[in-house]
Nanobody
């Protein structure tokens, strides 16, 4: 099976920084896009950032200029560097990958377990 292990969440003051990582392991043949989503209490899960296998990135408007998504293809790992954090960034952050487990398998979507990010005012 495939697993995504997240780490790096925590509690920081407004204006501070955190760095998240997510490593995929298991039967992985090829990984396409990777990304980060977040979900705050009482709200829908929302896209934060995505990165293609070639390194092309996209961000939701509210995090542009503050967050940076990156990846290490050799390690099957995606990162999210978060700077200038705001209280509204408080949420559980989930990593996401689109991958194949073999050359004959279909593409599938996999999710991490989530890591809590809390930003105090």
């Amino acid at each position: 099976q495939v697993q995504l292990a997240e780490s790096g969440g925590g509690l920081v003051q407004a204006g501070g920084s955190l760095s998240l990582s997510c490593a995929a392991s298991g039967s992985i043949f090829s990984i396409n896009a990777m990304g980060w989503y977040r979900q705050a209490p009482g709200k829908q899960r929302e896209l934060v950032a995505t990165i293609t296998s070639a390194g092309s990135t996209n961000y939701r408007d509210s995090v542009k200029g503050r967050f940076t998504i990156s990846r290490d293809n050799a390690k099957n790992t995606v990162y999210l560097q978060m700077n200038s954090l705001k209280p509204e960034d408080t949420a559980v952050y989930y990593c996401n990958t689109n991958l194949r487990t073999s050359w004959r398998s279909n593409w599938g979507v996999y999710w991490g377990q989530g890591t809590q990010v809390t930003v105090s005012s």
